[in-house]
């Protein structure tokens, strides 16, 4: 059976690096740009497979040219899609994204569409749930809650109405929305806070502290979060303790910055071992 379930908005997009960001009606030259699938339940569906994990993606994309390139991506990747539904109705969502070279940062803007996916029937098959922004309203609908068969887990860049850390077993906020993981104790969960170049906070009730971000080539952290909450999922299905797991986390998202796009840098197991045995020495 499939160990993650990872529930959420999966997204075509264009992805442009420039210098600097230009001002208003000012021209510059694009150094680079590619096409790429990205959404952050979905990359974090594509990090579990780099890593070995068994993982099965469930979202909605259109019957369109944007929605076969999701599927095959996802397809190559090994990752599950007997619960990616494919709806004529809708255009599959997209997004373009301009990064800064000099700032490292980005700018994004989405065309999404509002269809939630539909609830698995083998849904009690599933260890882990993890779920994005769009994936919380997902099973919120589905009526799936802590302490049912699967743990939960949830990678959030926003406040959002209804948002609950006690809701999830693993909860790993956006420094936007809390820098502050002493929830974990009342909430008897995981909390791991991402900080970027600054390294992540963690705590489990008993255990807190912070790893630093490793030190790494740096064409883009697009997508970085969205990888360190796949890798973090990954660590649980492993059974690390937690300050091992957000160092496997902080390797996996650092090392996925040497790309452009929010997944071609990202790890495989054996590369990741390698690393961390590097590190070590």
Not at 80 to 85: A, E, G, S
Not at 204 to 213: K, M, Q, T, W
């Amino acid at each position: 059976m499939s160990k993650v379930l990872s529930v959420g908005i999966a997204t075509v997009d264009t992805i442009v690096l420039v210098e600097k960001y230009p001002a208003a009606n000012e021209r510059v030259v694009a150094l680079q740009s590619i096409r790429a699938v990205g959404g952050p339940a979905t990359t974090a569906a594509v990090t579990m497979a780099r890593l070995g994990i068994d993982v099965t993606l469930s979202c909605v994309i259109g019957d369109d040219d944007d929605g076969r390139f999701i599927f095959d991506t996802l397809k190559r990747e090994g990752v599950d899609t007997r619960n990616v539904i494919v709806n004529p109705a809708i255009r599959t969502a997209i997004g373009t994204i301009v990064v800064s070279k000099s700032e490292q940062t980005r700018a994004i803007m989405v065309q999404p569409h509002s269809e939630l996916p539909v609830k698995p029937a083998n849904i009690s098959d599933y260890e882990w749930v993890h779920v994005d922004q769009f994936g919380m309203k997902a099973i919120n609908d589905w009526g799936v809650v802590r302490g049912g068969s699967a743990k939960l887990s949830i990678d959030i860049g926003y406040a959002t109405p209804g948002l609950n850390s006690a809701d999830y077993d693993l909860y790993a906020p956006s420094e936007n929305i809390t820098t502050d993981v002493s929830t974990a104790a009342q909430d008897k969960n995981i909390v791991v806070i991402s900080q970027g170049g600054e390294g992540s906070i963690y705590s489990d009730g008993v255990n807190s502290g912070s790893v630093p971000a490793i030190a790494s080539e740096i064409v883009s952290t697009l997508g970085a979060g969205d990888v360190f909450h796949g890798a973090l999922v990954a660590t649980q299905v492993w059974g690390k303790p937690i300050e091992e797991a957000v160092t496997i986390a902080n390797a996996v998202a650092g090392l996925s910055c040497r790309a452009l796009d929010g997944q071609s840098g990202i790890p495989t197991k054996a590369e990741l071992t390698a690393f961390l045995a590097g590190a070590r020495s």
